[in-house]
Each structure stands twice: as C-alpha cells, then as structure tokens.
C-alpha cells in the first residue's frame, strides 16, 4: 500500500521539482515547508490520541492478566497464546475466513454483473436500476438487518405466504444450519450496490476507442467484456475486495442484529468481534479481550497487505 | 502493458471524476447507442436482469415502507407486501411521540449530531493535512504519510474496545464526546483529500499568490480552499454516512438511554420485544421508526447523486 501511493504521485511532485525550481536550500524555503507540519498536526493529533495510542494500549493490556484473587499481574504473551488455542476464539476466525470466502465472491459477482449490464445499456430503465441496487448502501447496516429479520421471521415474515404459494415447505432461515446463508443474503444485499457503482464507474473511465478497436478486430460482447473491460479495471477490483476482505472479517453489526431472534443459532462469539465484546462488557475480561481485539486487529492488517502483495501487478504495488 | 496503460489514465481519469462527476459518464455515450441497437436481443436479455435485481434489492425496502403503515395486530394479520385496511402510519407516528416520553426523537437527533459533528470536524481535518501533504515537501513527510496509509488497513472495530477503555480512563465514557471524538479519525479522507489537492491546485497559483504577498493561512483560504470544494463534499458526505452507519462503537461507549443514536436505540427496542418482555412489544414502533430514520440518509444520496457518484470512483484507486 504505501509503496504504491509513493509510486503513484512521485512523478508528479519530481516533475513539478524540476518545472518550479526554487531556492532550496534558502532559509526562507525551509521555514515556508514547516507550514506543512502546522497543517498536517491537527489530524495527526487525532491520529496518535485514536489510532496510535489505543492500538499500544491494547497491547500493553493484553500483556496483563488480572483476577479477583491474584490482581492484575504480567504474564507476557500468555493471553495470546490463550487466544491460539481457545476454541471460541478460532472457531470465530474459521466462521469469518468461511463468510470471505462465500460472501466476497456473491458480492463480487452480483456488483460485477450489474456494472458491466449497466454499462453497455443507457435507457431510463437501466439508470432507474442503477440507483434501486445502490439504495440499500444508504440504509444503515442495523436497519438493513433488522429488515431482514423481519422477513425471515417465521412469526410475521412474507417467507411462508411465498413458499406454501409454490407448494413448498417453508425454510427456518434462522436454523443454525442456514443462518450462514441468511446472514451471506444481508451483506450480498447491502454491499453489492456500492461496489457496483464503484466498477461502474471505472468502466466508465476506459477509453471506447478501445472497444472500437476490438470490434473490427471481431471481438463479440463476451469477448470484450473478458478480454478488454475486466483487466481494464482490475485495480478497482482490487481495491473492491480489500475493502470486503477487511469489512467481512471485522463482521459484527448483522449477526448482533439477528441474534435477538436467532439466540439458538448465533452464539456470543459467533465472530472474533462479538466474542471480544461479550469477553469485555459481559465478562469484565478487558485484559483478554485486549489480546482478542489486538491479534485480529493484526491478523485483518496482515492478511489484507498479504493479498494486495499477491495482486501487487494489478493493484500496482510493486 | 495495458495495465502499465490504466495505471496512469485511471488516476487521472478517476480524480476528474471527482471534479466533474457527469464528465465520464458523457464520453461514449452515442458509440454506446450504435452498440446496443444493433444487438437489439440482448438488450431486452440485459433489463429482464437487470429488473430481476433491482426487484432483489429494492423489496424489502417496499416491505419497510409497507410495514410502517401497519399497527402491530396489522403486522402479524395482513399480507407482508401490501397495506391492511387501517392506515396506521400517522397514529404510529403520533405514537413515537409519547412511547418513553418521545425518547425516539432523542435518538434521531443524536444521530444527526453525532454525524455532523464528527463527519465536519473529520472532513476539516482531512482538508488541512491533505493541503499539507500535497503541498508541502517537510521533512519526514513520506514517512508519515506512509504510516497513515497502512493504517486504512486497521480494523477500525478492533479499536473499539481500547477506545472505550482509553475514554473511560479520562472520564469521557457515556458522554457525546466518546462518540464524537473517535469519530475525527479518517484516514481515507486524508488519502482522498492528498490526491485531489495535488491536481486541482497547482503550485504556480499558489506561488503567485504569495508573490503578491499573501501569507500561508490567507493562500489556503482564498486560492486553494474554492479548487477543493467537489472533494470537500465527497470527503463530507462518506464521513457523515460513516458515523451515522456506525454501530459498534456507539454501542461500547453509550450506556445513557438519552444519548443512543437511533441505530442503537432502535435494536434494542427489538431485543425488548422479542425477549418477550409484555409492556415492550413495541412492533409497530419499531417498523415506522426504522422506515422514518432512513429517509433524510436516502433523500441525500439521491439529492447529491453528481457527488457520491464521483467519491465512491475516487475511493476506488486507492
């Protein structure tokens, strides 16, 4: 990440550098450029005070263990090396690693589509469309939550009016068994909109001379879309799913949402998140739930650095 | 090669999207039509799918809608996609107005408190360090700026639990204050707002104004502060719907009824009613609530489309 962004503006500033030459070294300059500390301190202010400085504190309360009976006492990595083997702990890292890998994918699918449908079409109709799939990104995550745990509800929801309609028996979608799909469904739902409009607007960024160009050289619709749209906005794609990556693995709101109706199938430490929640407010175990938060704080920054490494030629980190 | 290509063309073409959000949308538009005439099938193919979504992903939107009207027996009686025979929504409203003293409203003007107050203040900040950065070549400013791009990648809920016990050390637990402060921190904005300034304000302006004697403070003001206005809104908009979204840290930091934004106040009226507990059936309450506070988020969304549109493509070259 920061070696792509150096690499991106640099060849601005260096031109710029040679363009504007100015006095560098004079006393006048450097005193001018410490201009750039004064405006730059505000947000590091808040940087250190809310980044910075409760990322070492967590850190420091793990290294700490306190109990009614000993105190609070230092025992080192001990909290992470209780975390490693908790069973809750790494059942909730599983659960989350197996929502990225079936939600980034629905998501991605659904956005990809729709933006590449969208973009070869410009009636009324497909416009009306655009704004209808990016609605639910302006509704907020609890509301949208809520919605849907109306509409699963087998008290109220539409669900059994619609399948005894087609003769079907009605699923439970908050049986511990399909909850992961109904859960998949809300965030497909939700997100989808906003990475569509995020692709769309990429695609709208390539040059069509280009399609011009594949279209003498007898490309069909498909053909172009795979061969000339798709690596076109591949760094936007990119982008899209390090941001689901890091917002499936953080999962918290939906699952709180739905376990007021689903208590049998979502437990307190259904993700890494609700489980250091329950550890410090229904536990009072901040120390531990310090360790939690910390190693998936680490584990989310690790992993989305690891995967725009591995696509370092599309996302332009080289 | 194509992507050495995009590389450079997406930036540019993206950060002019921010300026002129229509402009790229312009561009192909007639070879588009040519297009799409001559393969007249697929074009009816593409809106049956395209219509398919937006009934997916507009539905439960309707159902809200359809739900608010309803009183709670109307709830559990009528049809889920269509209005019972008693129109309920303005008794529901009226009914907001007095169930725990009207508290409701409390907690909608919350959300628009906290929103405002931390989506202005983090958008200020984003505007002074972006100019700092792009426009000031201090010492240690790579460094820094490094720093705070790898930080987009730290989960922002794996914050949370140190937040509240940083706050809570200085006494500023359950007070508007623990909501609003956090709320500052936007490193993306800082991201956002760097990119645009290097483009839109270009160095011989700036230089000719201090050559006509301006000071730092007055050259920001009055030349580079109107370039950045289209940014401004963008960075705006994303940190106002950012907070108002914001769940997680609201619900660590809040125990005060009085002070819950209405996403939090909202859930748990629904963990109330389905515990069961008798005088907190509050269905009706629930529904109208919900559909009441989505409006003023969806009416700007769809007011401020020519900005969102653009932010959301900036966001996506990160």
């Known amino acids: 990440m920061t070696t792509q962004t150096t690499a991106g503006p640099e060849p601005v500033a260096t031109r710029r550098r040679t363009s504007a030459p100015r006095p560098r070294g004079s006393r006048l300059e450097q005193r001018r450029q410490r201009w750039g500390w004064l405006f730059v301190s505000p947000f590091l202010a808040v940087f250190a005070l809310f980044l910075v400085f409760p990322l070492f504190y967590a850190f420091g309360m793990s290294l700490f263990t306190s109990t009614l009976a000993t105190g609070t006492k230092f025992t080192g990595l001990g909290n992470y090396a209780k975390a490693f083997t908790d069973p809750l702990f790494m059942e909730g890292l599983l659960r989350v690693a197996a929502f990225a890998i079936v939600m980034i994918p629905a998501q991605l699918i659904v956005a990809l589509l729709a933006a590449l449908v969208l973009d070869s079409l410009t009636s009324w109709l497909s416009k009306l469309s655009r704004l209808l799939i990016f609605v639910p990104y302006a509704i907020p995550v609890v509301i949208g939550a809520l919605m849907w745990s109306f509409l699963y509800s087998p008290k109220f929801g539409p669900s059994a009016t619609l399948f005894t309609a087609v003769g079907l028996p009605t699923p439970d979608f908050l049986a511990s068994g399909t909850i992961f799909g109904s859960l998949v469904n809300i965030v497909t739902w939700q997100w989808s909109g906003y990475y569509m409009v995020v692709i769309y607007a990429a695609l709208r960024s390539i040059d069509p001379s280009i399609y011009e160009a594949a279209r003498i050289d007898g490309a069909n619709g498909l053909q172009t879309a795979l061969r000339i749209k798709l690596p076109m906005i591949s760094s936007s794609m990119v982008m899209v799913i390090t941001f689901a990556l890091i917002g499936t693995l953080q999962f918290f709101t939906e699952p709180v949402v739905l376990r007021n109706i689903a208590q049998g199938a979502i437990d307190a430490a259904y993700t890494p998140n609700m489980y250091a929640y329950s550890l410090a407010f229904s536990y009072s175990q901040f120390n531990y739930a310090s360790a939690i938060a910390f190693s998936l704080g680490a584990l989310v920054f690790a992993g989305s650095y690891l995967f725009l490494f591995l696509t370092r030629k599309q996302s332009g980190l080289k | ?163 509240f016990m940083l706050l809570s050390q200085y006494g500023i637990i359950n007070t508007p204050w623990a909501v609003i402060l956090p709320s500052l921190l936007s490193p993306f904005g800082v991201y956002l707002m760097r990119i645009y300034t290097q483009d839109a304000v270009p160095d011989e302006m700036l230089e000719a104004a201090r050559i006509d004697g301006a000071g730092e403070i007055r050259t920001f003001f009055q030349v580079a502060l109107p370039l950045l206005k289209p940014a401004i809104v963008t960075v705006l908009l994303l940190s106002v719907v950012g907070t108002w979204n914001n769940f997680f840290l609201p619900l660590a930091v809040l125990t005060d009824p009085q002070l819950l934004p209405v996403t939090v106040g909202l859930n748990r009226w629904t963990a109330l009613s389905n515990a069961g507990a008798g005088g907190e059936q509050v269905w009706n309450l629930i529904t109208s609530g919900s559909f009441i506070s989505v409006i003023p988020l969806v009416l700007s969304f769809l007011f401020l489309q020519r900005y969102w549109q653009g932010g959301l493509a900036i966001g996506s070259i990160k």
């Open chain 2, 1 to 163: 090669m194509a992507i050495l290509n995009t590389r450079g063309d997406h930036a540019d073409a993206l950060t002019t999207v921010t300026g002129v959000p229509d402009h790229a949308y312009r561009g192909p538009r007639g070879q588009r039509d040519r297009d799409g005439r001559r393969k007249g099938g697929r074009r009816i193919g593409s809106h049956v799918f395209l219509i398919i979504l937006a009934i997916y992903f507009i539905v439960p939107i309707w159902w809200l809608f359809v739900a608010a009207t309803k009183d709670t027996a109307g709830l559990f009686s009528s049809p889920a996609f269509w209005f019972d025979d008693t129109f309920a929504l303005f008794s529901n409203i009226g009914e907001l107005f007095t169930h725990q003293g009207g508290i409701y409203w409390r907690w909608l003007g919350n959300s628009f408190l906290y929103a405002f107050a931390g989506g202005i203040g983090a958008t200020i900040l984003a505007i002074l360090a972006g100019y700092g950065f792009a426009k000031y070549r201090f010492r240690g400013r790579n460094g820094v700026f490094g720093v705070i791009l790898g930080s987009v990648m730290v989960p922002l809920t794996a914050l949370v639990i140190p937040t």
